[in-house]
């Protein structure tokens, strides 16, 4: 299980290939690797840049805190939160959630677990900067509704 918050940009396609071959050697246990990855969004055509904050103390516990969780709850075999901070423009990956597991349902629901907690729960701060200027942006009521059905 593994955390990584940086500021660099990464390979998700050596990323995703790296976790899968560290889960092959020589597991038979596995059945399914789950991948999502996040990228900046641009909906209204104004977006130059998005900044993500963070509390260094904080933010890597918190996510693997999270991934905790998301193992005590479903058979992994093992996940990978990468996350990214700073400036990134339209278009960048901000993030990769991958997940092992058994069986794909496991793999799924740990993914999107992880992925809701995340938006919703991670100690990330972000600003948009668009050609009308800079704002913060605020938490939105669908990602809040999103963790109810996680509840035990």
């Known amino acids: 299980m593994a955390v990584r918050v940086q500021a660099e940009p990464f390979d998700l396609g050596a990323e995703a290939a790296a976790f899968a071959a560290t889960l092959s050697a020589g597991r038979r246990d596995i059945g399914a690797v789950v991948t999502f990855t996040g990228v900046v969004r641009d909906d209204t055509g ?7 904050e963070h509390y260094p103390g ?3 516990p918190a996510i693997q805190a999270m991934v905790d969780q998301a193992t005590a709850r479903w058979s992994l ?3 990978l939160v990468i996350h990214r901070y700073g400036p990134m423009q339209p278009g ?12 794909r349902g496991d793999a799924f629901a740990a993914a999107e677990f992880l992925m809701d907690y995340l938006k919703s729960r991670a100690p990330f701060w972000k ?3 668009t050609e009308g200027g800079a704002h913060w942006v605020a938490a939105k009521d669908a990602d809040e509704a999103a963790l109810d059905r996680w509840k035990p």
């Open 46 to 52: 104004t977006l130059q840049a998005m900044e993500i």
């Open 77 to 79: 075999a093992d996940a």
């Open 92 to 103: 960048e990956v901000i993030m990769m959630v991958a997940t092992a597991a058994g069986h």
């Open 58 to 60: 904080m933010t890597a």
């Open 127 to 129: 600003k948009e900067i």
